[in-house]
């Protein structure tokens, strides 16, 4: 009976195993499709609704951490909100004005925006905005970085004195 039983375990396993490697190597009878794969968990960091935002407000949003957010500028004033001025009408109002707000201590974003003249950062009289460096570009090629005062504007481009070359806002960097 002992012999009977070690026997029969033996087959068992034999069968289990045969299966389980034909299943592994066996093919699938069909080729896969694009639809069948699975999504890659590889973040890009594109911009989400950068193509909508270029459409209607003429701002190209390139890619970022998700801490620095495009942001429809008020008719007013905005505390707490980075303002960049662009010579341009672009923006949410097509007066040259786009806003962005920082969601957490640090952030990035990577953008292109032309003919800027000043970047005015998120702080306040009564609350202290965040360290920002701006990236900027002429169109002769020649890149900046320039630090923006984080309760005020800071002049670029052909806002300076004396008056620089246009620049175009390439990168914006922010930091507690």
Do not use: W
Not at 10 to 26: E, P, R, Y
Not at 42 to 68: K, M, R, T, W
Not at 81 to 108: P, Y
Request: proline letters at 6%.
């Amino acid at each position: 009976m002992r012999r009977l039983n070690r026997t029969f375990l033996g087959t068992v396993i034999a069968a289990v195993a045969a299966t389980t490697v034909s299943i592994i190597v066996a093919p699938s009878g069909g080729t896969a499709s694009a639809a069948d794969e699975q999504p890659s968990a590889v973040e890009d960091y594109a911009y989400p609704g950068a193509d909508a935002i270029l459409a209607n407000d003429h701002v190209q949003l390139i890619s970022g951490d998700g801490h620095i957010l495009y942001k429809p500028c008020p008719a007013t004033e905005a505390p707490g909100l980075i303002i960049v001025r662009s010579s341009d009408a672009i923006g949410s109002l097509g007066n040259g004005r786009i806003c962005f707000e920082v969601t957490a201590a640090a952030g990035h974003l990577t953008l292109k925006i032309p003919n800027v003249y000043a970047v005015r950062g998120d702080g306040t009289t009564t609350t202290a905005g965040h360290k920002l460096t701006a990236e900027l570009t002429t169109g002769a090629g020649v890149h900046t970085t320039v630090d923006v005062d984080p309760n005020s504007d800071t002049e670029v481009g052909i806002a300076t004195t004396p008056p620089g070359d246009p620049t175009a806002l390439l990168q914006l960097d922010a930091s507690r």
